[in-house]
């Protein structure tokens, strides 16, 4: 089993968005919507999620009603691990995690079967979940001869699919196509399931009844939630991430922006092309959330430094920490007071936790985003020299993430229409 602090959650489909089956017409480029402010506000329970999720950018490309137009749910991101939202499926609560790195939206079944990090069965107890699961049967009923898979780094959850009313930020979508999970490698073990953000070709329905047949070439794209949000028309094809410190750490607001302050200028970022795809996305034909970082700016003491090169990440709400060139990691790394040493107990690198952090900014649309010292430092600490762990991680020659370490700083508005995201630091 991989490090308890770098579970890497990977959800979604296991090969090239290319070979998907579509079954949905394009909503069909859009001028950028307003962003309005909304707020219609569900407030979160609080719980504790003591483990790192990695979503998008580190996948195993494994083979395997409301008339409203905008609502707000407020967000916690508890040990600055993740995002988890309340959501309702039917008339029961579950505990989301929001992940812009993936496209399903699953929970877990009550007595779903626990597997280790090959997937393998193992003791049940190793799964014990405090959050809420699914029991009975999908209120739409089941779909028939199709199933759900989607990857693990090392692991996976397969399950069936189902039509359940589901209700997020005071908007319900009836009849939402919606998976629970029978058998699963899950770590977080209070949250309920997750809940996908991403672009519908990442979706992961297969056909076929068992799960264990999932054939690369017969992936079925289905229309997610927040897409048929839109089709409903209870948003506009946006939705805004406003983290905050302490308390309800913020909120997501669908079709709008929410009640927050702000400072400095907004910038529209495009959602650029990946290797994934090879292809220009589209809101029918997407990609992950990629945009360009201009340049990453670093130093302590008086001394600044830059990275000078531009670099393409993913923007992702499932992964905690920032995946980033190697050369750049080791010399954000050194600039710590003292410097940060790596750890091979725990594949990461660290430093005493009241070490001083370097001030850092990305430079996104030629603005500078400054990210606090507490989204560089983690509340975890290696085992061996009880140092807390750094949110700075290798992300080989081309898995860059811009993980919550960013986010925790910015009003980020997806805008699915535009094919943009819009970028304000939060005041």
């Known amino acids: ?213 999932h054939p690369s070439k017969q992936r079925i794209n289905y229309e997610p939630i927040f897409y048929r949000m839109v089709d409903q028309g209870l948003s506009l094809p946006t939705f805004t991430f406003a983290p905050q410190r302490g308390g309800d750490n913020g909120y997501l607001a669908f079709g709008g922006i929410p009640p927050v302050n702000t400072t400095g200028p907004t910038v529209a970022l495009p959602i650029l092309t990946t290797n994934a795809t090879k292809s220009k996305p589209t809101i029918n034909q997407g990609d992950y959330y990629t945009i360009s970082v201009d340049n990453v700016i670093y130093g302590s003491n008086g001394t600044t430094k830059s990275y000078g090169s531009s670099i393409q990440a993913i923007m992702d709400t499932g992964t905690s920490g920032l995946y980033l060139p190697n050369d750049l990691i080791t010399s954000i790394a050194n600039s710590f007071t003292p410097p940060a040493r790596y750890q091979n107990s725990s594949s990461a690198y660290s430093v005493p936790c009241n070490a001083t952090a370097p001030k850092v900014a990305f430079t996104l649309g030629g603005v500078n985003f400054n990210i606090t010292s507490t989204d560089l430092i983690s509340a975890l600490t290696d085992s061996n020299t009880g140092h807390c762990l750094l949110f700075l991680f290798d992300g080989g020659s081309d898995g860059y993430i811009l993980g919550d370490s960013l986010l925790n700083n910015l009003l980020t508005t997806f805008d699915l229409g535009a094919m943009e995201l819009r970028v304000t630091a939060l005041a």
């Open 1 to 213: 089993m991989v490090q308890w602090w770098t579970a890497a959650l990977l959800l979604g489909a296991a090969i090239s968005p290319s070979l998907a089956i579509n079954t949905r017409a394009p909503f069909g480029k859009r001028a950028p919507s307003p962003d309005v402010v909304t707020n219609n506000i569900v407030p979160l329970r609080k719980v504790k999620v003591p483990t790192t999720i990695r979503s998008a950018g580190r996948r195993k490309r494994l083979n395997p009603r409301s008339t409203n137009t905008t609502g707000t749910t407020s967000i916690r991101n508890y040990y600055q691990l993740n995002y988890v939202a309340e959501m309702q499926w039917g008339n029961k609560t579950m505990y989301m995690i929001l992940d812009t790195g993936s496209s399903d939206t699953w929970v877990l079944r009550t007595g779903y079967e626990c597997l280790d990090s090959n997937g393998a069965p193992t003791n049940q107890t190793d799964c014990t979940t405090i959050a809420p699961t699914f029991s009975g049967d999908y209120t739409g009923g089941q779909i028939d001869n199709v199933n759900f898979y989607a990857a693990y780094g090392s692991g996976m959850v397969t399950g069936t699919f189902g039509w359940e009313g589901i209700t997020i930020a005071g908007l319900t979508v009836p009849n939402a196509q919606v998976a629970v999970v029978d058998q699963a490698f899950f770590e977080v073990y209070n949250a309920s399931g997750i809940f996908g953000l991403a672009f519908q070709s990442l979706t992961s329905e297969y056909p076929g009844s068992n799960s264990s047949q």
